[in-house]
Structure formats: C-alpha cells, structure tokens
C-alpha cells in the first residue's frame, strides 16, 4: 500500500493512493486554506467510518441479515494543544433493516472494533474509542 500526496496551491494537496483513486484535501479559510476539500483530521474519522462500516456490513451479509441501510457516525474530541491530536473518538453505528437479530448486529459490530479494523487497531492507543449500535426496522 502506498499513497503519494502533492502540494497543488494555498492549503490545498492531491492524495492519491496505490489503488487508483484520489481525494481532495484542504484547509480553513482562516488558515489559508480555500475550504475545497476535506482537512486531514477528517479524513482520519473518515477512514475509521469506512473502514469499520466494511467489516460491519460484510460480517452481517455472511449471517444473511437483511440490511436496507447502514450509517456510521464518528465524532472526535481533539486537545486543545498542539499537536491537536484525537483524545476521545465515538463510533455509533445505525442499522436499518427487516428482522434483524440484534445478536448478529452486536456480534459484528464487537469482531469490527475488537479483532478486524485495523483503522482502530492503529488509533486506539492514542484516542480513547467508544462504540454502540441502534437497529431501526425499516
């Protein structure tokens, strides 16, 4: 895996990674930036939404449960000093579905956050990572 990260003009950088794609990343206004893309700290909240979401969903295809929806919600708490880093990150994950079994949702969500995403596994022992679920019918 790699990625490569040009500088393009203000506050504003090209990521692209070994897989082809690309994202735009770019500051506040106020620090110079032209508010045109995401800042990289998102990006980080971003990666960790995906990353577990991926392992969630695919975990609840294999139990076969019929998933109409899934949105992850991922709010961080930053020091106040520099360097700003995470202290506290939130995960909820929203499970839309018919007849799901909470047991299978809880079970996916638990392997996700305590055996396979390795976004968390990587930031966990710099932020404090706390986690829930909601099943709604639909």
Same mark, same amino acid.
């Given at each position: 895996?790699?990625? !490569?990260?040009?500088?393009?003009?203000? %506050? #504003? @950088? +090209?990521?692209? /990674?070994?897989?082809?794609? /690309?994202?735009?990343?770019?500051?506040?206004?106020?620090?110079?930036?032209?508010?045109?893309? +995401?800042?990289? *700290?998102? +990006?980080?909240?971003?990666?960790?939404?995906?990353?577990?979401?991926?392992?969630?969903?695919?975990?609840?295809?294999?139990?076969?449960?019929?998933?109409?929806?899934? &949105?992850?919600?991922?709010?961080?708490?930053?020091? =106040?000093?520099?360097? !700003?880093? $995470? *202290?506290?990150?939130?995960?909820? $994950?929203?499970?839309?579905?018919?007849?799901?079994? &909470?047991?299978?949702?809880? #079970?996916?969500?638990?392997?996700?956050?305590? !055996?396979?995403?390795?976004?968390?596994?990587?930031?966990?022992?710099? /932020? !404090?990572?706390? @986690? /829930?679920?909601?099943? %709604? =019918?639909?």
């Amino acid at each position: 895996m790699e990625a !490569k990260v040009t500088y393009v003009d203000g %506050l #504003r @950088f +090209l990521g692209e /990674a070994s897989s082809g794609h /690309a994202v735009v990343m770019d500051g506040d206004p106020e620090y110079g930036g032209k508010n045109t893309g +995401l800042r990289p *700290t998102e +990006l980080l909240l971003v990666g960790l939404g995906g990353c577990s979401g991926m392992d969630v969903i695919s975990i609840l295809k294999k139990k076969r449960q019929d998933v109409r929806k899934l &949105e992850i919600t991922v709010k961080g708490q930053r020091a =106040e000093d520099h360097p !700003k880093k $995470f *202290t506290d990150i939130t995960i909820e $994950f929203i499970v839309t579905g018919r007849a799901l079994s &909470e047991e299978a949702v809880k #079970r996916a969500v638990d392997l996700s956050m305590d !055996k396979y995403c390795s976004v968390k596994a990587t930031i966990e022992g710099v /932020a !404090k990572i706390s @986690f /829930a679920y909601r099943i %709604l =019918e639909g």
